[in-house]
């Protein structure tokens, strides 16, 4: 009788460089995904390092899934602390009555890319006036307006009449000084993306201690909400679309509808001064807490010191790109 040929199953790593890279000096993934479904199509890649380090607690929970032999750890953003922080002084309070008045004043800080609802953001804001009226309220944005990746913004304000300083844009290059200023003059910042895998302007927004208006998706949740606590106003994604490319076969889109927008630009838009500045405070304690740059860079340090250690670099490296399993 024969001998039953056993058979070999190489578990694909193709379009991979651990081959090449791996083989001398370890590899860490700085890594993030903006949502669910478990994007299984990304487990060769992650199979390719020996460390994940996860920028959110979604991307964490995926990673921890999708490929659970392989060592991660969850590293979220931080920012400069002594640049992104409260102002006082009378030269912002000079700044922001010189350009806006009396106005309520919401802040957006973000590419003019779809995934950013820029568009619908400035159409909802639009509703959002005639119901406080359009002297009462205004949003600053960020942006370039003509980006082509994003929506013809000035196109848009023209359309909805929005042209009497109810909508400004900000399109210079800007130090990290100077957008920490315009976090400090807004009320609240503004984080509408229907995808999101962290959300930097949100976390600068909380450190300067002004709340943030933002969508429950991606790393945007956990920084506008800690189980516990809002840190401004977490709007609950009203549909989920699966969306992709030839690249991402598939991946969850959270849109939030006009009516929960619209709602917390109300909600904000009748706080006190001294509501706005507790929340603002407790905004930058969370930030403090959680994303403190004092706490994560030493980490840093502690991981590559002990991979280095025990996972060896250039000569000392011991490792296989490639493994051999039997299969019945």
């Not at 909802?124 to 913004?153: I, R, Y």
């Not at 606590?229 to 849109?255: L, M, T």
């Not at 709602?263 to 500045?277: C, F, G, P, T, V």
């Amino acid at each position: 009788m024969a001998n039953k040929k056993k058979k070999i199953k190489y578990e694909d790593r193709s379009d991979v460089i651990d081959n090449e890279i791996r083989k001398n000096i370890p590899m860490v993934y700085y890594h993030v995904w903006d949502n669910y479904p478990y994007p299984k199509f990304n487990r060769k890649f992650y199979l390719s390092n020996d460390l994940v380090c996860t920028i959110s607690k979604v991307t964490d929970d995926i990673v921890k899934t999708v490929a659970p032999e392989v060592d991660s750890i969850y590293l979220p953003h931080s920012v400069d602390m002594n640049i992104f922080k409260k102002l006082e002084g009378k030269d912002i309070e000079q700044y922001r009555k010189q350009n806006f008045g009396d106005r309520k004043l919401f802040f957006w800080n973000s590419r003019n890319a779809r995934r950013k609802m820029s568009g619908s953001v400035i159409w909802w804001f639009s509703e959002f006036l005639e119901q406080v009226g359009k002297e009462n309220a205004c949003l600053l944005m960020h942006t370039d307006p003509k980006d082509l990746n994003g929506q013809d913004l000035e196109a848009i304000i023209q359309e909805l009449g929005l042209t009497n300083g109810e909508v400004k844009f900000s399109t210079g290059r800007s130090t990290a000084e100077q957008v920490a200023a315009l976090y400090n003059i807004a009320d609240a910042t503004i984080c509408a993306s229907d995808a999101e895998g962290f959300g930097l302007s949100c976390l600068e927004s909380l450190a300067c201690e002004t709340p943030v208006i933002a969508t429950m998706t991606g790393g945007l949740q956990e920084q506008v909400f800690d189980g516990k606590n809002y840190f401004g106003f977490g709007i609950k994604p009203s549909s989920k679309a699966i969306i992709g490319s030839q690249q991402v076969p598939y991946i969850y889109e959270d849109r939030i509808c006009k009516e929960d927008f619209i709602r917390a630009l109300n909600d904000i838009y009748y706080m006190s001064e001294k509501e706005l500045s507790e929340l603002g405070k407790e905004c930058r304690k969370h930030v403090l807490k959680n994303y403190n740059p004092d706490v994560l860079l030493p980490k840093w340090d502690e991981i590559f010191t002990k991979l280095y250690n025990n996972s060896g670099s250039w000569e000392k490296r011991k490792y296989q790109t490639w493994t051999l399993k039997e299969v019945a």
